[in-house]
């Protein structure tokens, strides 16, 4: 009745989840699943609670969280724009320059949500939104974690990983602890696939001794080394801060 466009992300386990196509109501394949569904489904509502509260023009706003149908779904912004993964699509490898803009505003957003104590653990080209007047904007924190400073993390949906973007200690689920050097392993992935156009060899297969493909020859020497060192295998060797 506002006439606004919003984004509207559902509850919904697909290996374990039906829908009446009739109805849309949304039921839970076998008994012995119920439980788990039941848990993961409280993590959603949690995570929606808990990113309505973060406010930063590079993140994704949360503006409500409801039950319906028989599941759960969160309101966020709709952004009018191209991903940065769909901009990589359309017109190839992004010039040094406007790559660098880029993660540069990313890297505003997640100081900020670092400082809350969480981790974002699925940053990639696909989960940054640019809008119309070129912002980069963070979406999707169906991974993310907030952590407390005496038990580690206390929140957290499924946990996930993209291959070329996760960090080795990502890969074996070993995030209990709040270490931001773990996304900036994932941005220095994503500057990676927008300077190269490729996406970067999986952390497992480089720690196994498969080298990295180069970058470009034209790009500075700063931009290079600021990509291998966050890439950095070694988590404790990366830098260790936005």
């Not at 599941?71 to 406007?98: C, F, H, N, R, W």
């Not at 946990?159 to 220095?188: R, S, W």
């Not at 696939?193 to 700063?222: Q, V």
């Amino acid at each position: 009745m506002l006439r606004k466009r919003l984004a509207i992300k559902e509850f919904f386990v697909k290996d374990f989840c039906n829908r009446d196509e009739a109805t849309a109501h949304v039921t839970v394949g076998t008994v012995g699943k119920k439980a788990l569904v039941e848990k993961l489904k409280k993590k959603f509502l949690d995570e929606a609670k808990s990113l309505c509260k973060l406010q930063h023009p590079g993140i994704v706003s949360v503006s409500d969280v409801f039950e319906e149908n028989g599941t759960a779904y969160y309101v966020m912004d709709y952004i009018d724009g191209l991903s940065l993964g769909d901009l990589l699509k359309k017109q190839g490898p992004l010039s040094e320059s406007v790559a660098v803009g880029y993660i540069r505003q990313v890297c505003d957003a997640l100081k900020y949500v670092h400082g809350c104590h969480r981790l974002h653990l699925d940053i990639k080209p696909g989960n940054i939104m640019t809008d119309s007047t070129g912002t980069a904007i963070l979406i999707d924190f169906g991974a993310s974690k907030q952590y407390d400073e005496i038990d580690g993390e206390n929140t957290s949906t499924l946990m996930g990983h993209t291959p070329g973007y996760a960090p080795l200690e990502q890969m074996g689920n070993d995030v209990v602890k709040f270490h931001p050097c773990t996304d900036i392993y994932a941005l220095g992935a994503t500057l990676y696939k927008l300077l190269t156009g490729e996406t970067p060899l999986n952390a497992t297969r480089r720690a196994s001794g498969e080298k990295l493909a180069p970058l470009p020859s034209e790009l500075s020497s700063s931009t290079c080394a600021a990509v291998l060192s966050a890439m950095n295998l070694v988590k404790n060797e990366r830098p260790q801060t936005i």
